[in-house]
């Protein structure tokens, strides 16, 4: 180990100069979570059935068997990985038979998140993962990941690893070994607040955490021998007050167990801004510390769901270029009120201002497509009415169109798009409404689709390419006469431009 480089947080990066290995606590946590040995649980099982071997003695055998290949297999893949982090480079080592090494060039590195499962916390342990944007190159996973090094060693690879990726896209002609400048004091961009807990049970992903959780217990109560079940008898639904009584008991462990999942996935949220570098750190079972590079943030997205718009509520994402999970990681304030989202978003990039609304055609079109499955019911409910005097599928119908029409103004007035004098925005959705805010930077391409009614009626719909989240956005329905001026204020004059026109 040679001497350090001097790095914004004002801490050295000592380099390593040989391969290093994990903690060998790891193990355990590996032993236990049979991280290794589930691949081969499937397997086992078969063999134990055919044999025919029954009995409590068996089971027992079984996990013993099972807990020693776990111990086995958790040794031997600790022993035979490595990790390196160099100058220049990323270097994962790891296989038994078949030894595979991953290289990963500084530059080619997106962020890093350095998470502490319960379980890790327990063994004083992290998990750093190095987002490294190369998945689609080698087929398999945009991260390295190097997991179970002590927290003090998690730090020191993620402070050398982030220091080496700056120097390494340096302009040209800056000293790499020179000490890079000291940079602003942190800045706190965002805190999570308790009471926006409240949100959470209007928010599906986490109303999803306690039907999660009962769909587990109801499946580990199936899989008990059946002495050990409890015997208990349901409640008597026929019974209006027990109904009533059941369906209350029920919505309020929902909403509780929904708050609960937001805290333990929020707990403790602080965004900040530390030199070049926005800084999230979240979570209370699983504490994780994600980083991202501001030159790399390429826009952001205000998502905003059914409920969460009755409230004012919204959420943010960062559009980070070559981010892996980016709904995860790029997670910039998870959950909150309106005015505190489009304020952090406003700090990620320049509003472009108000959204203009698309034409009256495209209201047209979105109350056709939001009635037109109640009509083809109705119209097949009005053939089966007539001759056999069944009314249900009629019923259906009429409802289907009269909730249609609802349907049909809100994704109209969910559509929108801006242009300013260096981002744009569009907006569309209706259960989850998401406006995306872009730099101009971020384009690098856009692509035109009109259906045959769209022709007909005059509109189109344009998708910005971008290099980062989901890969486009699309200003659904425009009028298709403001197609070229919308993409040249959005991107430059390149996106309307003759090819005769075009450098090169």
Same mark, same amino acid.
């Given at each position: 180990?040679?001497?350090?480089? @001097?790095?914004?947080?004002?801490?050295?990066?000592?380099?390593?100069?040989?391969?290093?290995?994990? !903690?060998?606590?790891?193990?355990?946590?590996?032993?236990?979570?049979?991280?290794?040995?589930?691949? /081969?649980?499937?397997?086992?099982?078969?063999?134990?059935?055919?044999?025919? *071997?029954? #009995?409590?003695?068996?089971?027992?055998?079984?996990?013993?068997?099972?807990?020693?290949?776990?111990?086995?297999?958790?040794?031997?893949?600790?022993?035979?990985?490595?990790?390196?982090?160099?100058?220049? !480079? =990323?270097?994962?080592?790891?296989?038994?038979?078949?030894?595979?090494?991953?290289?990963?060039?500084?530059?080619?590195?997106?962020?890093?998140?350095?998470?502490?499962?319960?379980?890790?916390?327990?063994?004083?342990?992290?998990?750093?993962?190095?987002?490294?944007?190369?998945?689609?190159?080698?087929?398999?996973?945009?991260?390295? /990941?190097?997991?179970?090094?002590?927290?003090?060693?998690?730090?020191?690879?993620?402070?050398?690893?982030?220091?080496?990726?700056?120097?390494?896209?340096?302009?040209?002609?800056?000293?790499?070994?020179?000490?890079?400048?000291?940079?602003?004091?942190?800045?706190?961009?965002?805190?999570?607040?308790?009471?926006?807990?409240?949100?959470?049970?209007?928010?599906?992903?986490?109303?999803?955490?306690?039907?999660?959780? /009962?769909?587990?217990?109801?499946?580990?109560?199936?899989?008990?021998?059946?002495?050990?079940?409890?015997?208990?008898?349901? %409640?008597?639904?026929?019974?209006?007050?027990?109904?009533?009584?059941? *369906?209350?008991?029920?919505?309020?462990?929902?909403? +509780?167990?929904?708050?609960?999942?937001?805290?333990?996935?929020?707990?403790?949220?602080?965004?900040?801004?530390?030199?070049?570098?926005?800084?999230?750190?979240?979570?209370?079972?699983?504490?994780?510390?994600?980083?991202?590079?501001?030159?790399?943030?390429?826009?952001?997205?205000?998502?905003?769901?059914?409920?969460?718009?009755?409230?004012?509520?919204?959420?943010?994402?960062?559009?980070?270029?070559?981010?892996?999970?980016?709904?995860?990681?790029?997670?910039?304030?998870?959950?909150?009120?309106?005015?505190?989202?489009?304020?952090?978003?406003? /700090?990620?990039?320049?509003?472009?201002?108000?959204?203009?609304?698309?034409?009256?055609?495209?209201?047209?079109?979105?109350?056709?497509? @939001?009635?037109?499955?109640?009509?083809?019911?109705? *119209?097949?409910?009005? =053939?089966?009415?007539?001759?056999?005097?069944?009314?249900?599928?009629?019923?259906?119908?009429?409802?289907?169109?009269?909730?249609?029409?609802?349907?049909?103004?809100?994704?109209?007035?969910? +559509?929108?798009?801006?242009?300013?004098?260096?981002?744009?925005?569009?907006?569309?959705?209706?259960?989850?409404?998401?406006?995306?805010?872009?730099?101009?930077?971020?384009?690098?391409?856009?692509?035109?689709?009109?259906?045959?009614?769209?022709?007909?009626? #005059?509109?189109?719909?344009?998708?910005?390419?971008?290099?980062?989240?989901?890969?486009?956005?699309?200003?659904?329905?425009?009028?298709?006469?403001?197609?070229?001026?919308?993409?040249?204020?959005? !991107?430059?004059?390149?996106?309307?431009? %003759?090819?005769?026109?075009?450098?090169?």
């Amino acid at each position: 180990m040679t001497g350090g480089e @001097a790095t914004d947080l004002g801490q050295a990066a000592p380099e390593v100069s040989a391969p290093r290995r994990t !903690s060998p606590l790891i193990v355990l946590v590996h032993t236990v979570t049979f991280r290794q040995a589930r691949q /081969v649980v499937p397997a086992a099982i078969p063999v134990v059935a055919a044999v025919g *071997a029954d #009995g409590a003695g068996v089971v027992v055998a079984l996990v013993v068997a099972v807990t020693a290949l776990s111990l086995l297999f958790a040794a031997l893949t600790w022993w035979r990985s490595t990790y390196l982090d160099t100058a220049s !480079s =990323v270097v994962l080592t790891r296989g038994l038979l078949a030894r595979s090494v991953r290289t990963v060039p500084n530059d080619r590195i997106r962020g890093v998140e350095v998470e502490a499962p319960a379980l890790h916390r327990l063994f004083g342990l992290v998990r750093v993962r190095i987002d490294a944007a190369a998945g689609t190159m080698t087929g398999g996973d945009e991260e390295v /990941v190097v997991d179970g090094v002590p927290r003090a060693e998690g730090d020191r690879l993620r402070t050398s690893v982030l220091t080496h990726r700056r120097a390494a896209v340096a302009p040209a002609g800056t000293d790499p070994s020179a000490p890079l400048p000291e940079g602003p004091a942190e800045e706190e961009l965002a805190r999570f607040d308790r009471r926006w807990l409240l949100y959470a049970p209007l928010v599906a992903s986490y109303l999803a955490v306690p039907l999660a959780a /009962v769909g587990a217990l109801s499946r580990l109560l199936q899989e008990l021998p059946r002495a050990l079940r409890p015997d208990l008898d349901g %409640p008597d639904l026929t019974d209006v007050r027990v109904l009533v009584v059941t *369906a209350v008991v029920a919505l309020l462990l929902l909403t +509780l167990g929904a708050v609960a999942g937001a805290a333990v996935v929020n707990w403790g949220f602080r965004l900040v801004r530390r030199g070049g570098s926005l800084v999230a750190v979240r979570g209370l079972l699983t504490r994780r510390h994600t980083e991202l590079e501001v030159d790399r943030v390429r826009g952001g997205t205000l998502a905003e769901g059914l409920g969460m718009r009755l409230v004012r509520a919204a959420r943010v994402n960062a559009l980070v270029t070559g981010l892996g999970a980016a709904n995860r990681r790029g997670q910039l304030f998870p959950l909150g009120p309106r005015t505190e989202a489009v304020r952090l978003l406003g /700090v990620l990039v320049d509003d472009p201002g108000p959204l203009a609304p698309h034409p009256p055609a495209a209201r047209r079109r979105a109350l056709v497509r @939001a009635v037109g499955s109640g009509l083809l019911v109705t *119209a097949a409910g009005t =053939v089966l009415f007539l001759p056999t005097g069944f009314w249900g599928v009629l019923a259906a119908g009429v409802v289907l169109t009269v909730l249609g029409v609802p349907l049909g103004r809100g994704r109209y007035a969910s +559509l929108g798009h801006a242009t300013g004098p260096r981002s744009f925005s569009v907006r569309s959705g209706l259960l989850v409404r998401e406006q995306a805010v872009l730099q101009r930077r971020a384009v690098v391409g856009w692509q035109v689709r009109q259906t045959l009614f769209q022709r007909r009626a #005059g509109l189109a719909t344009v998708v910005a390419c971008v290099g980062a989240g989901s890969g486009g956005y699309a200003a659904v329905d425009m009028a298709a006469a403001d197609v070229a001026a919308f993409t040249e204020a959005a !991107s430059g004059r390149w996106a309307t431009a %003759p090819p005769a026109d075009l450098p090169g």
